[in-house]
């Protein structure tokens, strides 16, 4: 048979657990969007100024120069993200892993996802560049214009999702820790606090135990504390014993008399 106090605290434990669960899921899907968003805003800030970058330094439709290599290499040290400049045509002309030469350079981007960002000028997305990279990117890809406004290539601006779950995880066991602290806190002071709620109830079983033994002046103690719902079941409590108490004195009494 279930105490009351086990009745009450467990349920209360469990609706703890959902709502630090529920709130731990929301949390990481916030950040995770808010992070999202950061990366993809720097990203293509990142990516704008490697086009005007791009569209000073080019020469007679090239966009290779001393400069711009230079530049590129900068912008990839400062942003933490990667960054590859290819042709009108898909082929890869400058990588910023290694402007000088790399083995991605001569690739060519996908000719569906080129004529995407050729066409609406700026494309955000998650997933693989096939050929360049094996894991999954955050990517943002904006088209080079020279001074008459016309495509001479594409930026192709990129960071590893993994960075972002790397946060997230840190994240994760700040949150579990925290939320095993508030749990433990939480049992302890539900603990005290039924305790001392059920603590009246307990008086109350004990003194009927001594009533029904033949202790007829058994009576229930509670404090100004207790709930004005014990209050009044304890009232109830000691007027029934009272009056029991009374009929007994009574009975004996007559039988006294009577002998």
Request: with cysteine; net charge negative.
């Amino acid at each position: 048979m279930k105490s009351a106090f086990s009745k009450t605290f467990f349920p209360v434990l469990l609706i703890l657990l959902v709502a630090l669960t529920v709130v731990g899921i929301s949390f990481q899907l916030s950040v995770r969007n808010v992070l999202k968003e950061q990366i993809m805003e720097d990203m293509e800030n990142n990516a704008q100024a490697l086009c005007e970058l791009a569209r000073a330094y080019s020469t007679g439709g090239s966009m290779i120069s001393e400069d711009f290599v230079l530049n590129l290499s900068v912008s990839n040290r400062i942003s933490g993200a990667d960054t590859v400049v290819c042709s009108t045509d898909g082929t890869l002309l400058l990588c910023s892993d290694a402007p000088l030469g790399c083995e991605h350079q001569g690739l060519e981007v996908s000719q569906d996802y080129l004529q995407a960002v050729l066409a609406r000028g700026t494309v955000h997305s998650t997933g693989l560049i096939q050929g360049l990279y094996p894991q999954a990117r955050y990517v943002v890809s904006k088209v080079i214009t020279n001074s008459f406004s016309q495509p001479i290539g594409i930026v192709i601006v990129s960071s590893p999702v993994s960075q972002t779950d790397a946060v997230l995880d840190k994240l994760a066991g700040i949150y579990i820790v925290i939320s095993i602290l508030v749990v433990l806190v939480v049992i302890a002071v539900t603990s005290v606090y039924l305790r001392r709620q059920n603590a009246p109830l307990r008086s109350m079983a004990k003194a009927a135990r001594d009533f029904g033994h033949g202790k007829l002046d058994a009576r229930v103690q509670v404090d100004e504390s207790s709930s004005e719902e014990m209050q009044e079941l304890a009232l109830a409590f000691n007027n029934m014993a009272s009056s029991l108490q009374k009929s007994e004195y009574q009975r004996q009494e007559f039988v006294a008399n009577g002998s």
